[in-house]
C-alpha cells in the first residue's frame, strides 16, 4: 500500500498569490500581536511572506486576527487547483456582513468553524471538509510525525483511536523565487483535508493515566 504521507522526492513548483503588504496593526504595541512586534522598528507595511513564515508561531488569535487569512490567500490557488475552495464571506447563512473580499473568519471575538491553522472549505461536490496546514521542516514541531503515525494503517484499526478520518494529504511546495522573493526550506508544508467535524471531545483525564491505552502504546504501533 503506497504511503500518501511519504514526502514525495521531486515537487513541482505549487502555485501560490502573494497579497499586497498590509500595514501594521492599529494597536499593535497595546494588544499582542507578535507579528507586527517582529517588524523592522521603520516598517510601514508587513511583507505577506512574513506573515506565511509565521503560521506556526501564532499564539493569540485576537491579536493576531488582522494577519490570519494572508497564509491562506497565499495557498489558496494550489489548493483550488486540487479541487478545494476555502470558505468566503456570504458562504455561512448565519454570517451576516460585509461582503468583502476576504477570507472569513468568524466574528470578532468568536472562532467558529476555524483555528489559526484550520479552515473550512468545500470539495467540488459542495461537501463542507477543513483543512489542517502542517509544517514539514519546522524543528520545533513534531505535527507531521504525529500525523502520519496518527492514520497509519495500523493506528486507524485501533478501537481507541478517535482522531477524524484523513481524505487527503496535500503537499505545497511553493517557490517564492519566482516572486523575487529567496526561498527557504521551511516554505514547503503539508495541508491534510479531513472531514467537517463539529466539536472535540476533551480527555477526562491525565494523558498518562493509565485509562488511555492508545495514548500509552502508541509508540508501539
Known sequence: ?????????????????????????????????????????????????????????????????????????????FLSQQGYRLMRRGDDPDYVGDEGDKLWLGARNQKKFTSVQTYPAYDRAGTMVFIKTVPLHFKDSQEYDIWRMLDSPEARLHPDNHTVPVREVLFFNPDFSLAEVESEPADARVFVVMDRFDTVTPLDGPILDPGYPFINSIEDL
Request: aromatic fraction near 16%.
Open 1 to 77: 500500500m503506497t504511503d500518501r504521507w511519504q514526502i514525495p522526492s521531486t515537487l513541482e513548483p505549487s502555485p501560490f498569490h502573494l497579497p499586497e503588504p498590509a500595514s501594521r496593526c492599529k494597536y499593535w504595541d497595546v494588544y499582542p500581536c507578535q507579528i507586527c512586534f517582529e517588524a523592522l522598528p521603520d516598517a510601514t507595511s508587513i511583507h505577506p511572506l512574513q506573515v506565511y513564515r509565521w503560521w506556526d508561531k501564532y499564539y493569540d488569535y485576537i491579536g493576531e486576527r488582522k494577519h490570519v487569512p494572508v497564509p491562506w490567500l497565499i495557498a489558496e490557488p
